[in-house]
């Protein structure tokens, strides 16, 4: 198969029932993370409410949902909630395709950021996300939705020190 064997659209309600799925698959490539249990995933009904927002999408191959970027707008921000790709089908560029296409989104509905939790200190994340224009949001204060949002995590098990908020600006 070629590097642009897959296809992007709007998810639907219906889309929300393979989601808990690749969540869990792609949750291997953590598998050294004491603090991710693969088995704690977002409900079909959780995955369901995100998209009747209207700004999530999913990536396929032919059939097959190859993989999938849920976001839920914010004010004058579209926050990512969550964005995994099947380990089947990782490496073909459909992550950043995701990413790229819900800033396209986020830029044409009148967002001004694209925001994101995550491990600040796994080897592929920071430069994954910086090649599409996130940087670390340092001044939390100025973002206490985002500063809520890690201390929900932490809240939920996860820990502090490695975890960090993105924002890629669409200006």
Same mark, same amino acid.
């Given at each position: 198969?070629?590097?642009?064997?897959?296809?992007?659209?709007?998810?639907?309600?219906?889309?929300?029932?393979?989601?808990?799925?690749?969540?869990?698959?792609?949750?291997?490539?953590?598998?050294?993370?004491?603090?991710?249990?693969?088995?704690?995933?977002?409900?079909?009904?959780?995955?369901?409410?995100?998209?009747?927002?209207?700004?999530?999408?999913?990536?396929?191959?032919?059939?097959?949902?190859?993989?999938?970027?849920?976001?839920?707008?914010?004010?004058?921000?579209?926050?990512?909630?969550?964005?995994?790709?099947?380990?089947?089908?990782?490496?073909?560029?459909?992550?950043?395709?995701?990413?790229?296409?819900?800033?396209?989104?986020?830029?044409?509905?009148?967002?001004?950021?694209?925001?994101?939790?995550?491990?600040?200190?796994?080897?592929? %994340?920071?430069?994954?996300?910086?090649?599409?224009?996130?940087?670390?949001?340092?001044?939390?204060?100025?973002?206490?939705?985002?500063?809520?949002?890690?201390? %929900?995590?932490?809240?939920?098990?996860?820990?502090?020190?490695?975890?960090?908020?993105?924002?890629?600006?669409?200006?």
């Amino acid at each position: 198969m070629g590097a642009r064997d897959w296809s992007l659209r709007l998810a639907r309600e219906a889309d929300a029932a393979a989601m808990p799925a690749i969540e869990r698959a792609a949750a291997v490539a953590f598998a050294d993370e004491p603090s991710i249990d693969p088995a704690r995933t977002r409900s079909e009904a959780d995955y369901a409410r995100l998209i009747r927002r209207g700004h999530s999408l999913v990536a396929h191959v032919g059939e097959a949902m190859a993989g999938f970027l849920v976001a839920q707008p914010f004010s004058r921000e579209l926050h990512i909630w969550e964005m995994d790709v099947a380990p089947a089908f990782q490496r073909r560029g459909i992550g950043a395709g995701l990413v790229r296409a819900a800033q396209i989104d986020a830029r044409s509905t009148g967002f001004r950021a694209l925001t994101l939790t995550t491990f600040r200190d796994l080897p592929w %994340n920071g430069p994954f996300y910086a090649r599409l224009g996130f940087e670390e949001v340092t001044a939390l204060d100025a973002h206490p939705r985002l500063a809520g949002e890690l201390a %929900n995590e932490v809240d939920d098990g996860l820990p502090a020190e490695r975890r960090c908020a993105l924002i890629c600006f669409l200006d």
